[in-house]
């Protein structure tokens, strides 16, 4: 099963009130706790806005957060709300600050149960930085070397695309998952403030470059070569100018690369495209409340 949706929004702003520890006045009668950030210089306030599960577990709805080193606050959320009154907690969290504008939106493509599923995925793009998180996969032998995230893109790019594998961060969070679910792995864009209104755009490049490598297609020396060049091992400007070319054709033409999950997320982009704008815009039309 393949789904894509606005995973998360981000808003920026100034407090309105002189002292930022009066926030705490307004947030905690609407339900928001006081919450603080461990951060290398000093405690950092911030508040988050929970929701009782039925199994008395609990998730955040949205976080309050001041940003470091600055003098804006931020408020994230999902925006995905369950009922009127996360919305109106929301609302009036947001009417506490003024300057604010939409910062970030992610956009998330969820791969349930596909096949060749495994962290198998990579970004093939020439001229990308990539970086590898590996540590302990929980939900498959606990302590291994598998492949667990992997970023394309710098942290503080304008656009970051992230693949990782759902299930062991689910695990590592201590939320439950469903019986029916064999693999989880996520496609995430991260768009940031000029470039937020193009998420569309964004996505549809994202899955362009997301392939997974097909190892029997190619001799082994064009198959170590294309993998060395896509996990950042070899340089396309370590390489002569025609052998640079070549692999980069390669790479082009998806001989050696299988797309049909790119292909399949692609077809769901564009069914929900409407249905995203719709849900970006609603979040827009609460900044200007």
Not at 15 to 31: D, Q, T
Not at 59 to 69: G, R
Not at 119 to 142: A, C, D, P, Q, Y
Request: aromatic share 10%; glycine share 4%.
């Amino acid at each position: 099963m393949i789904d894509v949706k606005l995973d998360r929004v981000t808003v920026v702003g100034h407090f309105k009130l002189a002292a930022a520890e009066s926030l705490g006045e307004y947030l905690r009668p609407l339900g928001w706790q006081d919450m603080s950030f461990d951060w290398e210089h000093g405690m950092v306030d911030g508040y988050v806005l929970k929701r009782i599960l039925s199994n008395c577990d609990t998730e955040t709805v949205a976080v309050i957060v001041k940003n470091q080193y600055q003098t804006t606050w931020r408020l994230d959320t999902s925006n995905h709300f369950r009922n009127d009154e996360e919305k109106r907690k929301v609302i009036i969290a947001l009417d506490l600050f003024e300057n604010k504008h939409l910062s970030r939106i992610d956009i998330a493509f969820d791969f349930i149960n596909m096949d060749n599923a495994g962290m198998r995925h990579r970004f093939v793009k020439s001229n990308v930085t990539t970086t590898e998180i590996k540590g302990e996969s929980l939900w498959i032998r606990g302590r291994n070397s598998h492949l667990q995230t992997l970023y394309a893109g710098k942290r503080k790019s304008l656009s970051l695309f992230r693949y990782y594998d759902k299930v062991a961060e689910q695990k590592r969070h201590r939320k439950e998952i469903s019986e029916d679910i064999e693999s989880w792995e996520r496609l995430e864009l991260q768009v940031r403030a000029e470039r937020a209104n193009e998420w569309l755009l964004n996505s549809r490049a994202m899955l362009s470059y997301f392939k997974l490598p097909q190892e029997y297609v190619l001799d082994a020396k064009d198959r170590a070569m294309l993998l060395a060049l896509n996990a950042g091992h070899v340089s396309y400007k370590e390489l002569a100018k025609a052998t640079a070319a070549k692999y980069r054709k390669l790479a082009k033409s998806n001989l050696g690369f299988d797309d049909s999950w790119a292909k399949e997320a692609y077809k769901k982009l564009e069914e929900k495209q409407n249905e995203l704008q719709k849900e970006v815009n609603s979040f827009v039309s609460l900044i200007n409340i």
